[in-house]
């Protein structure tokens, strides 16, 4: 899910939570949960505003959430080219 959610932040500057649901299919308490440890890792940014009174929390990828998403994706390459005959 994490990986999922760091690549759908490099298609857009930001997304909001309700629409990180909507494209992940997860529920509100899964996707707050690996929001809020990828946030704590500084792999994201959130701003929280309202939106005709109502709370709105818009999350984007921080630098150091997009080179880990690079580094991740460089090993996922490498053991897939191990794994090839």
Known sequence: M?????VLLTRWDRLSFSRLREL?????GSLGAHLRRMEDAGYLTVDKEFVQRKPVSWYALAPAG???????????ED??????P
Not at 24 to 28: K, S
Not at 66 to 75: E, K, W
Not at 79 to 84: D, Q
């Open 2 to 6: 994490r990986l999922a959610v760091a």
């Open 66 to 76: 997009r080179a880990a998403l690079t580094d991740h994706l460089a090993a996922l």
């Open 24 to 28: 992940t299919g997860e529920t509100d």
């Open 79 to 84: 053991l897939i080219g191990r794994a090839s």
